[in-house]
T-cell receptor, first 114, second 113 residues
């Protein structure tokens, strides 16, 4: 069945360093890949997304890359700050006939040490 | 202010009781979703609805029920048949079900006493 694997489950970096989170997906028909940030006790918020016709997308300190052949995509955060500390989720779209949904990875807890 | 709201923020339930979680959106979105989140785990889909008066089971629908009588509302009932209901419940909506951003509500934390 459809599946999204996310690694690592926890990541600790020093303030100013870069952080990379990787995801792989199983459905080659997936064409939409969002990344969400969830702070403690709150709902997830979209931070960046990418579609299958694009290989890379950047928004200030955040970038996402997509390798359709290998079926994996990654989130890159540069110049990390303490406020980047949160749980990050990747997701991939899944479609069957006239129905569809997002499949989420298991999440990565990012800790940025000041 | 456009957005998606969930109520209540915290909910306590005795074993054997049904409880209904509210989800309302004023974004004019067609699609709405309910997810369950357990500590250290990802989001698991309970039910979703792509249009009014229609909904589909997600990956963990057993012990839950929903209705979609209005475009802006998608309440979730946690029934007594749900064996382990204590969790954080998230509602989301999107303009269309296919390939569009899902906006999440703030969540409801349900605890069974």
């Amino acid at each position: 069945g459809e599946n999204v694997e996310q690694h690592p489950s926890t990541l600790s970096v020093q303030e100013g360093d870069s952080a990379v989170i990787k995801c792989t997906y199983s459905d080659s028909a997936s064409n939409y890949f969002p990344w969400y940030k969830q702070e403690l006790g709150k709902g997830p918020q979209l931070i960046i997304d990418i579609r299958s016709n694009v290989g890379e997308k950047k928004d200030q300190r955040i970038a996402v890359t997509l390798n359709k052949t290998a079926k994996h995509f990654s989130l890159h955060i540069t110049e990390t700050q303490p406020e980047d500390s949160a749980v990050y989720f990747c997701a991939a779209s899944w479609k069957s006939g006239n129905t569809g949904k997002l499949i989420f990875g298991q999440g990565t807890t990012l800790q940025v040490k000041p | 202010d456009g957005g998606i709201t969930q109520s209540p923020k915290y909910l306590f339930r005795k074993e054997g009781q049904n409880v209904t979680l509210s989800c309302e959106q004023n974004l004019n979105h067609d699609a709405m979703y309910w997810y369950r989140q357990d500590p250290g785990q990802g989001l698991r889909l309970i039910y979703y609805s792509q249009i009014v008066n229609d909904f589909q089971k997600g990956d963990i629908a057993e012990g839950y029920s929903v209705s979609r009588e209005k475009k802006e509302s998608f309440p979730l009932t946690v029934t007594s048949a749900q064996k382990n209901p204590t969790a954080f419940y998230l509602c989301a909506s999107s303009s269309r079900w296919e390939g569009n951003e899902q906006f999440f509500g703030p969540g409801t934390r349900l605890t069974v006493l």
